[in-house]
């Protein structure tokens, strides 16, 4: 039975589902985590979300709220009165952070995921792509930032948490595939920003440890390889 007016239903693994937990914890909104097994989905994750019966959802006073960006933006303009704007107010960086967000899902997030199915002989190709991308975000971090601790400035903004719930995710690749994704040399003001980051009281309770992604990788390379050899077979 649901106990509170406030819920997430997700997994703590996921960066999608970390990124609606980080913001309610810079909004200061008390809310009941809802851990769903996405191999057997809760009813309560089907009426929900019944269009991609995915995670996130954020359920406020029996509303349902799904995609990871519409419910930051959701948190934001719902609850105003509770600390800072995530989203800029001035409307040009609110679409730099805007368009930011969609690289980093319709291009990094890609980039990713692919290395984690990779052969030996694409990775360095694709190591070489995340690379590139992150050279990017560095250039955006020295403009957005303005030479203060985040995206977002002195406080944690949009930009912050969309790349920031994936650094857990990063650092497991990073140790699978031996390769360094951020790399001080390249990216040294996105290197000290993650350590700023991952240290913020709003976040270093929801980002799990390198290792719980690695287990989670490895699971879905199970899966995967099962699928593959199923359909050889067929």
Sequence with gaps: ???????????TFSPFVNRVRIALNLKSVNFEFIEEDLSSKSDLLLRSNPVH???PVLIHDGKCISESLVIVQYIDENWTGN????????????????????YIDGKMIPLMLALTSAQEEEKVALVEKIEEG??????AFVKCSKGKSYFGGDNIGYIDIVFGSCLGWIKALEKMSG?????????????????KFLSNDVVKNV????????????????????????TKTA
């Design 53 to 55: 019966k995915k995670v």
């Design 83 to 102: 600390g800072y704007s995530i989203l800029p107010s001035d409307p040009y960086d609110r679409s730099v952070s805007r368009f930011w967000a969609a």
């Design 207 to 230: 980002i799990p440890a390198p290792e719980v992604y690695i287990e989670a990788i490895k699971n879905m390379q199970s899966v995967l390889k099962k699928m593959q050899a199923e």
């Design 134 to 139: 992150m050279g990017l975000l560095e250039e």
């Design 1 to 11: 039975m649901v106990s509170s007016s406030i819920q997430v239903l997700g997994t």
């Design 179 to 195: 390769m360094k994704l951020l790399a001080e040399a390249k990216t040294p003001g996105l290197v000290e920003w993650v350590d």
